[in-house]
């Protein structure tokens, strides 16, 4: 079946400019994750979605930073004046994992969106 | 809270053996391991929940001392695929993200 699709898999924009990038997880997943990963470094995490809600937002850096996932199943994160700190991968992975479990279990990653800011 | 990995980067020849460890200052839930290749997205190759449990995919095991917090990945006879990045990520109890450490490069040479 199809894996995490994330949209797009680059984007180049100039510093102070707003930012969507687009993720769709593997059918049934409830979980959803977002992650920044720069050059050298592990993936950070930044969200974690069950469902509709964020279970857990305390990874986002700041107040520029929003995602939602108002289905269930496609998310976007959102980037407001975009600073050049912001350019790196932006991960997103998905789960089977269900509302009270203890773990996250497997998680599948997307392709990641390469963001270059200017 | 984020894992510390030892060493940072291990280089290789075909059919070595690796060691790559992974230890938290907290009481760890469970302990994820993924392998990145270059410009590709982390893929999974287990996860070890707390009990000390040890695990084998192949030539690839590791292992949880849930009372020292700490995770290790042994690959034996590796192989050139095997190169990569290695990535623990940790959860504690109650918590409701996993945290990855900062990787380990490993490099097999033929």
């Known amino acids: 079946g199809a894996g995490v699709s994330q949209t797009p898999s680059n984007k180049v924009t100039e510093k102070g400019k707003y930012v969507e990038l687009r993720c769709d997880p593997i059918?049934?997943?409830?979980?959803l994750y977002w992650y920044r990963q720069s050059l050298g470094q592990g993936p950070e995490f930044l969200i974690y979605?069950?469902?509709?809600?964020?279970?857990?937002d305390s990874g986002l850096p700041n107040d520029r930073f929003f995602a939602v996932r108002p289905e269930g199943s496609v998310s976007t994160l959102k980037i407001q004046r975009t600073e050049r700190g912001d350019s790196a991968v932006y991960l997103c992975?998905?789960?089977?994992?269900?509302?009270?479990?203890?773990?996250?279990?497997?998680?599948?990653f997307g392709e990641g969106s390469r963001l270059t800011v200017l | 809270q984020q894992p510390v990995q030892s060493p940072q980067a291990v280089i290789l020849r075909e059919g070595e053996d690796a060691v790559i460890n992974c230890s938290s200052s907290?009481?760890?839930?469970?302990v994820h391991w993924y392998r990145q290749k270059h410009g590709e997205a982390p893929v999974f190759l287990m996860i070890?929940?707390?009990?000390?449990e040890q695990k084998g995919h192949e030539k690839i095991s590791a292992s949880f001392n849930e009372k020292k917090q700490q995770s290790s990945l042994y690959l034996t006879a590796s192989q050139l695929s095997y190169s990569g990045t290695y990535f623990c990520?940790?959860?504690?109890?109650?918590?409701?993200?996993?945290?990855f450490g900062q990787g380990t490069r490993l490099t097999i040479n033929p």
């Open positions: 992975a998905s789960s089977l994992r269900r509302r009270g479990q203890g773990g996250s279990g497997e998680l599948f």
């Open positions: 059918s049934g997943h409830t979980a």
């Open positions: 979605f069950q469902g509709t809600g964020a279970a857990d």
């Open positions: 907290k009481a760890l839930y469970s």
């Open positions: 070890l929940l707390k009990g000390g």
């Open positions: 990520g940790t959860e504690i109890q109650g918590a409701q993200k996993l945290v």
